[in-house]
C-alpha cells in the first residue's frame, strides 16, 4: 500500500513530509519522493528503494518550499524505480500528483492522451492523473481535478500541487483511505494519521467522491456532486504504534480483516463482469501457446503450495489440463517431465523463497513458460519469470501469510477465466457467472469478519489442546492443509490436514475424546461424503468443529461447535472457508500468549535452501 503526506502552512514542508513517509514506512514501500513549491517551481526528488535514499537525493540536491507533497510506493504497475517513483508530474511540469490505488481504465487514457501529444515518462497507472489534470486545467487547480475524477475508473487518494496554483493542494478520494489534518494555521494530506499526529490530532476523514481545497486560510470540502461540504473534525486519541496496526494488536489480525479489499484490489481491472472477459495484459501467452497447453506445473511452498493445491482442482475441473502441483524443495530435484507446451506457475509472496526460484529455474532449463503469482514487484521471482501476475494484498508483515493467500487464490481464478475463455472452453455466460459470484466475495468475506466473535468463543474452548485435526474434500482439502498450517506456526499445537475421504486410512486411529476436528462441510458435490465422516468421527467420541453454510441447520445436531459462512460456488468457497480458519488460529495463539506476528523458528520468507 502506498502512503501519501502533504503539507501547506508556515514550516519547511521538506521535514515535515520526509518524517510523515518515515512513519508510513510500516505500510511497506520500495520507492519514494517528494516535490515542494520553490521559487514558483515545482522542485521534485524521487528515488528507489528505502527513504534513506531520498535523503540522500535531498542532501545532494537541497529543496526547500512551505507548500509540498511527498509519497512512498509499493510498486503495482511498473517496477520501483526512479522514473516510476511518485510525484508524476503532467507534460509541462506545472504540476505533480501522488496516488494510493489502481487507476483500472489507465490503458484507455494513456491511449487517448498518447493520441492527444502528451508524452508519457513512466510506466504507472497514476501518471494518466497528471496529464489528464493538464488537459483539464484552466486557471482552477480544484475544477481541473474535478474534471479529472470523471474519467477515472479505480480506486484513488490523490494529492496534487501545482506552480500555476501556488498556495493550494487539492485531493480526492475513492476507495483508498486519504485524511485531512487540521492544524493552527497549517493543514495536511495524509493516507494514514501516523503521518501527521506529532502536528496534529485533529483529522477529517474524506469518504468516497469527496475532494478537498486546501490552502492556510483552511479547507474546502466538496461532495461527489462537486457542492461544498461541512465535515467533522475528529480528535484521534490513539498512539502512533497502535495506528501502524490501525488498532488491531497484531498486524496478522489487521491482515487477515484487509482481506475483502485486498480480493477486490487483486480482480479488479482484470475482469468485466458484463463481457465475461479477462485482461491479463501483464502475461504476454500468445493464443496459439494457451490452445496448445498440454500440462500445467504449480510450484511452491508452504500457504502458496495450498494455493497451488486449490488451483490444481479448478485447471483440471474446468479447463480439462493435466496439473500437477509440487513442494518447490521436491520438484527442483525429481527430475519432472517438462516441455516447451508445459506451463509452470509459481506462487509467491515474497518473490523470494529460494526452492521456488530453483524450481522456477529448474522448469525454465526444461524449456517450459513461467507464471509467476507474486506480491512483491521486482523480485528475484518476478524477473525469472515470463509473466507475473501481481496480487495487490499490499506488504505482508505477519509471518504466517493470510491476505496474500486469498489474493493468490483470487490470482488463480483470474488464470482459470483467462485459459478457460481463451481455449474455448468456458463459455462467456459460465466465465459472467464465476465472475458475478467472484464480485459478491468481498462483502462476503466482510459478513464472516463481521462475526468473529464466535470464533473467538471456540478458541477459548480449544486454546490448550494439544492436537488438531481438519478435514475437508476437493477444493476444500487444501483450506484444510491451510488451516492446520495457520494453527500449528503461529500456535505451535500440532495440526494435520487430511482429505476427510482419508479417515479410515490411519487418522481414525487418532480420534477419542481429545481429539478435536474440524470438518469443512459447506454445501458442495461430496456434501454427504463428508457427513459420512463426521459421523466417524462422532462415533468415537471424536469432538467436532463444523463449517457450514449459512441456512444447513440441519447440520447442527452433528456437531458439538458450527461456525457458518455464506454461500458461494464451491469452486469459490476456498476464499470464503479460510478465513474462520485463520481467525481460529490466530485467537488460539493469542490466547496461549504466542508471538503472533513473529513466530518461533520462522522468517517472513525462506531465501535459503
Ligand atoms: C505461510 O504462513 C508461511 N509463513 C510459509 O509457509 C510461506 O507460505 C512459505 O514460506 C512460502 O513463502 P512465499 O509465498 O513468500 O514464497
Known amino acids: 500500500m502506498c502512503g501519501i503526506v502533504g503539507y501547506i502552512g508556515k514550516k519547511d514542508a521538506v521535514s515535515i513530509l520526509i518524517d510523515g513517509l518515515k512513519r508510513l514506512e510500516y505500510r511497506g514501500y520500495d520507492s519514494a519522493g517528494i516535490a515542494v513549491l520553490q521559487d514558483g517551481q515545482i522542485k521534485l526528488r524521487r528515488s528507489a528503494g528505502k527513504l534513506a535514499n531520498l535523503e540522500d537525493t535531498v542532501k545532494k540536491n537541497p529543496l526547500a518550499g512551505i507548500v509540498g507533497i511527498g509519497h512512498t510506493r509499493w510498486a503495482t504497475h511498473g517496477k520501483p524505480s526512479e522514473e516510476n517513483a511518485h510525484p508524476h508530474t503532467d507534460c509541462t511540469g506545472d504540476l505533480v500528483v501522488v496516488h ?5 481504465n489507465y490503458h484507455l487514457l494513456k491511449k487517448q492522451l498518447l493520441k492527444e501529444g502528451h508524452i508519457f515518462k513512466s510506466e504507472t497507472d497514476t501518471e494518466v492523473v497528471a496529464h489528464l489534470l493538464e488537459k483539464h486545467y484552466q486557471g482552477d487547480l480544484h475544477k481541473a481535478l474535478r474534471e479529472t475524477l470523471k474519467e477515472l475508473a479505480g480506486s484513488y487518494a490523490l494529492g496534487v500541487i501545482s506552480r500555476k496554483d501556488p498556495a493550494t493542494i487539492v485531493a480526492a478520494r475513492n476507495g483508498s483511505p486519504l485524511i485531512l489534518g487540521v492544524g493552527e494555521g497549517e ?5 494514514d494519521a501516523p503521518a501527521i499526529l506529532q502536528h496534529t490530532r485533529k483529522v477529517i476523514y474524506l469518504d468516497d ?16 456532486a462537486g457542492q461544498e461540504i461541512k465535515k467533522k473534525v475528529n480528535v484521534i486519541t490513539w498512539d502512533p504504534i497502535k495506528t501502524e496496526k490501525a488498532g488491531f494488536k497484531h498486524f496478522m489480525l489487521k491482515e487477515i480483516f484487509e482481506q475483502p479489499q485486498v480480493i477486490l484490489d487483486t480482480f479488479r481491472g482484470r475482469v468485466m463482469p458484463e463481457e465475461g472477459e479477462i485482461f491479463l495484459e501483464e502475461v504476454q501467452l500468445e493464443p496459439d501457446y494457451v490452445q496448445n497447453i498440454n500440462k500445467i506445473f504449480v510450484v511452491a511452498c508452504g500457504t502458496s503450495y495450498h494455493a497451488g493445491l486449490v488451483g490444481k482442482y479448478l485447471f483440471e475441473d474446468y479447463l480439462r489440463i493435466p496439473s500437477e502441483v509440487d513442494m518447490a524443495s521436491e520438484f527442483r530435484y525429481r527430475n519432472p517431465i517438462i516441455d516447451c507446451q508445459t506451463l509452470v506457475i509459481v506462487i509467491s509472496q515474497s518473490g523470494e523463497t529460494a526452492d521456488t526460484l530453483a524450481g522456477l529455474r529448474e522448469a525454465k532449463t526444461k524449456g ?20 507475473t501476475i501481481y496480487t495487490h494484498a499490499g506488504p505482508e508483515i505477519g509471518v ?14 483470474i488464470i482459470l477465466l483467462y485459459l478457460g475463455r481463451r481455449r474455448g472452453i468456458m463459455s462467456k455466460e459460465e466465465a459472467q457467472t464465476i465472475i458475478e459470484k467472484m464480485m459478491h466475495i468481498p462483502s462476503q468475506v466482510e459478513k464472516i469478519l463481521a462475526t468473529a466473535g464466535e470464533i473467538i468463543k471456540i478458541a477459548q474452548d480449544f486454546f490448550k489442546k494439544t492436537d488438531f485435526l481438519y478435514l475437508g474434500r476437493n477444493v476444500n482439502y487444501p483450506i484444510a492443509l491451510e488451516g492446520a498450517l495457520k494453527l500449528k506456526e503461529i500456535s505451535y499445537i500440532h495440526a494435520e490436514g487430511y482429505p476427510a475421504g482419508e479417515m479410515k486410512h490411519g487418522p481414525i486411529a487418532l480420534i477419542d475424546e481429545n481429539m478435536p476436528v474440524l470438518a ?5 458435490k461430496t456434501y ?32 458439538d461447535y458450527v461456525f457458518f459462512v455464506p454461500e ?5 468457497s476456498p476464499l470464503l472457508n479460510v478465513i474462520p480458519l485463520q481467525l481460529l488460529a490466530y485467537h488460539i495463539a493469542e490466547r496461549r500468549g504466542c508471538d503472533v506476528d513473529q513466530p518461533r523458528n520462522l522468517a517472513k520468507s525462506v531465501t535459503v535452501e
Open 568 to 572: 458461494t460456488l464451491e469452486i469459490l
Open 400 to 413: 504466517a501469510s493470510t491476505k496474500a493467500f486469498t489474493a493468490q487464490l483470487t490470482a488463480l481464478y
Open 368 to 387: 517450459s513458460k513461467i507464471l509467476s503469482i507474486c506480491n512483491v514487484v521486482g523480485s528475484t521471482i518476478t524477473r525469472a519469470a515470463d509473466g
Open 209 to 224: 467522491g469527496d475532494s478537498a481545497r486546501l490552502t492556510v486560510a483552511g479547507i474546502i470540502i466538496y461532495d461527489k
Open 520 to 524: 469443512i462441510a459447506t454445501k458442495c
Open 100 to 104: 494510493n490505488g489502481i487507476i483500472e
Open 187 to 191: 493543514y495536511f494530506i495524509a493516507s
Open 528 to 559: 454427504e461424503k463428508i457427513l459420512s465422516n463426521i459421523e466417524e468421527v462422532k462415533a468415537r467420541a471424536g469432538i467436532v468443529i463444523i463449517l457450514a453454510t449459512e441456512g444447513d441447520e440441519s447440520i447442527k445436531k452433528k456437531a
